[in-house]
């Protein structure tokens, strides 16, 4: 079963706004990442400048950690808090085989929302 918290989406404002895209592949076992990956989260939330996360895990250890910022600004602020800066270093080290992050501007978003879905079974 999907946790329903990876299947919510940001509630992101009109563009233009920002996008830090993190993808990363896990090594084994939890060693303390789902604690660290709730505290990050409370703590990105708290930012000046964030808009929102969104995050999704396949069984294998690939994930996708999309946060959502006002400007480049505050991206650059989450980048130097010291907390999170400590959690970079302790990733590197224990949590990631390999990681990328990509930053760029959005200027464009649109999406769909499907309202005859149905949730009950025929």
């Known amino acids: 079963m999907i946790d329903e918290q990876q299947t919510r ?3 992101t404002p009109e563009p233009p706004y920002y996008i830090v895209a993190f993808s990363s592949v896990r090594t084994e ?3 303390g990442y789902g604690a660290m990956a ?3 989260e409370e703590l990105a939330l708290q930012q000046p400048g964030c808009l929102g996360l969104e995050y999704a895990r396949d069984a294998e250890g690939f994930g996708i950690t999309n946060s959502f910022w ?3 600004e505050s991206i650059r602020a989450w980048k ?3 907390a999170h800066m ?3 270093k302790i990733g ?3 949590w990631y085989e390999r990681y990328q992050l ?4 959005v200027e464009r978003a649109y999406g769909f929302t499907n309202t005859k879905a149905s949730t009950s079974e025929t």
């Open 38 to 40: 709730d505290r990050m």
């Open 102 to 105: 990509r930053i760029a501007k």
């Open 70 to 72: 006002r400007d480049e």
């Open 80 to 82: 130097a808090v010291v």
């Open 9 to 11: 989406f940001a509630s």
């Open 92 to 94: 590197r080290e224990r």
């Open 29 to 31: 076992g939890d060693n």
């Open 86 to 88: 400590a959690t970079q």
